[in-house]
Nanobody, 122 residues
Framework: QVQLVESGGGLVQPGGTLRPSCAAS????????MGWYRQAPGKQRDLVAI???????TYADSVKGRFTASRDNAKNTMYLQMNSLKPEDTAVYLC????????????????WGQGSQVTVSS
């Protein structure tokens, strides 16, 4: 089985910083992409940042210049450095990984973490 576990969310004042992480574990053969998405109440789930296995990173326009994503392939872990946080960044942040397991090494599927609440408020 595969698990994605997020940590590092919380409550922060506007202008503050957070650094959530997402660790993937289990019967993992290969991870193609890891990404962060967010979903605010009553809104759709949106991409925040995604990293390929080669290190190419794509950001949502709304977070460019404020958020920095990174990935440790040896630990199957992804981080999201969130600076200059704004109230509109408030959402549940979900980790996603497109990966293959040892049971089906040519089949890449999407897995999701349970989500981590980020609240930006004074």
């Amino acid at each position: 089985q595969v698990q994605l576990v997020e940590s590092g969310g919380g409550l922060v004042q506007p202008g503050g910083t957070l650094r959530p992480s997402c660790a993937a574990s289990g019967n993992i053969f290969s991870i193609k992409t890891m990404g962060w998405y967010r979903q605010a109440p009553g809104k759709q789930r949106d991409l925040v940042a995604i990293i390929t296995s080669s290190g190419t990173i794509t950001y949502a326009d709304s977070v460019k210049g404020r958020f920095t994503a990174s990935r440790d392939n040896a630990k199957n872990t992804m981080y999201l450095q969130m600076n200059s946080l704004k109230p509109e960044d408030t959402a549940v942040y979900l980790c996603n990984a497109e990966l293959a397991t040892w049971g089906a090494v040519w089949v890449f599927e999407n897995y999701w973490g349970q989500g981590s609440q980020v609240t930006v408020s004074s």
